[in-house]
């Protein structure tokens, strides 16, 4: 019998359900490797904001956000769902959405 192993993240609203490997160290990481349309104009260095996303599941597992997210996140008035891809942990669970573009 096969049971599920790894780390599992959604995104919306494609409801792609993609693998977490050991070597994504956000979500930008899978997004970027599977193409998914979240810009990253910085590269992932927080300071640019293009790779806004929504939680929409799993908000109350993830750690609060690091330094570098909170400044963004208070300059900007980011909602507690909004965070920034790059400078959040791709934990087991999580629903993301990718904003449409502006
Ligand atoms: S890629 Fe620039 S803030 Fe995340």
Do not use: W
Not at 11 to 35: C, G, T, W, Y
Not at 47 to 60: A, D, N, P, S
């Amino acid at each position: 019998m096969k049971s599920k192993s790894g780390k599992y993240i959604t995104f919306l609203p494609d409801n792609r359900i993609v693998l977490v490997s050991q070597k994504d160290q956000s979500v930008l990481d899978i997004a970027v490797r599977e193409s998914l349309p979240l810009n990253h104009t910085c590269g992932g260095f927080g300071t640019c904001g293009t790779c806004r996303i929504f939680v929409r599941e799993g908000l109350e597992n993830l750690p609060p956000r690091n330094e570098v997210e909170m400044e963004m996140a208070g300059d900007r008035g980011f909602a507690d769902y909004e965070r920034l891809a790059c400078q959040t942990e791709p934990i087991d669970g999580l629903v993301c959405e990718i904003p449409p573009k502006a």
